[in-house]
């Protein structure tokens, strides 16, 4: 199985800062990973796919990179609505896989 | 607008069974490949299972902590989708959740980018 691993756990940062978020997979995925932000109580969120593509509708101020095992997924501006926890997902082969989560704090 | 409504949760002792449907509407359902995932309290997402569209072979895939106890199957002229659960543990407690499975072409194959639309998740507790 791939394993995927997020760092930090947390990170509590003021509005307008920059933040970013690692995940490393076990073994090479090329570009087929996922973000995701989810908010208490509610469902995950589609962010980023392939990496570095933004889902329809995500405000530009995210962004993701990488490939093989190292990606990033990088916020430019802080928001108050970005408090959330974070996830990122390999989708390149089963079983599919999240990250341990990244919390965000205001 | 494509929503997607779970329901079926509920309290069940361990050993026993339940059904959750997700019903799916603004979408051409038919054409969709599906998924469950669940979320244990206090945890992060953990992915149940997946299955593709008939007209791509209805396949359908397992993790290995439910497979062979659950069982994830779909009605399209109904656009509903069915996780039938079996012999229930403790760590089944989860809230489960049924998502879109977007699939896309990269470097020219058919590969699974992410769970594009969620719905609001049904809460199954798994407790004497």
């Known amino acids: 199985d791939v394993q995927v691993t997020q760092s930090p756990s947390s990170v509590s940062a003021s509005v307008g800062d920059r933040v970013t978020i690692t995940c490393r997979a076990s073994?090479?995925?090329?570009?087929?990973l996922a973000w995701y932000q989810q908010k208490p109580g509610r469902a995950p969120k589609l962010l980023i796919y392939?990496?570095?593509s933004l889902q329809s509708g995500v405000p530009s101020r995210f962004s993701g990179s990488g490939s093989g095992t190292e990606f990033t997924l990088t916020i430019s501006s802080l928001q108050p609505e970005d408090s959330a926890t974070y996830y990122c997902?390999?989708?390149?082969?089963?079983?599919?896989?999240f990250g341990g989560g990244t919390k965000v704090e205001i | 607008e494509v929503q997607l409504v779970e329901s079926g949760g509920g309290l069940v002792e361990p050993g026993g069974s339940l059904r959750l449907s997700c019903t799916a509407s603004?979408?051409?359902?038919?054409?969709?490949?599906m998924s469950w995932v669940r979320q244990a309290p206090g945890k992060g997402p953990e992915w149940v299972g997946r299955?593709?569209?008939?007209?791509?072979?209805?396949?359908?895939e397992y993790a290995a902590p439910v497979k062979g106890r659950f069982t994830i199957s779909r009605d399209d002229s109904q656009n509903t989708l069915d996780l039938v659960m079996n012999s229930l543990r403790s760590e089944d407690t989860a809230v489960y959740y049924c998502?879109?499975?977007?699939?896309?072409?990269?470097?020219?194959?058919?590969?699974?980018?992410?769970?594009?639309?969620w719905g609001q998740g049904t809460t199954v507790t798994v407790s004497s």
């Open positions: 998502a879109t499975y977007n699939v896309g072409v990269v470097a020219g194959a058919t590969r699974f980018l992410g769970l594009d639309v």
């Open positions: 603004g979408l051409t359902f038919s054409n969709a490949w």
């Open positions: 299955i593709k569209s008939k007209v791509n072979g209805g396949t359908v």
């Open positions: 073994l090479g995925i090329s570009s087929l």
């Open positions: 392939t990496a570095s």
């Open positions: 997902q390999q989708t390149d082969s089963f079983p599919v896989t």
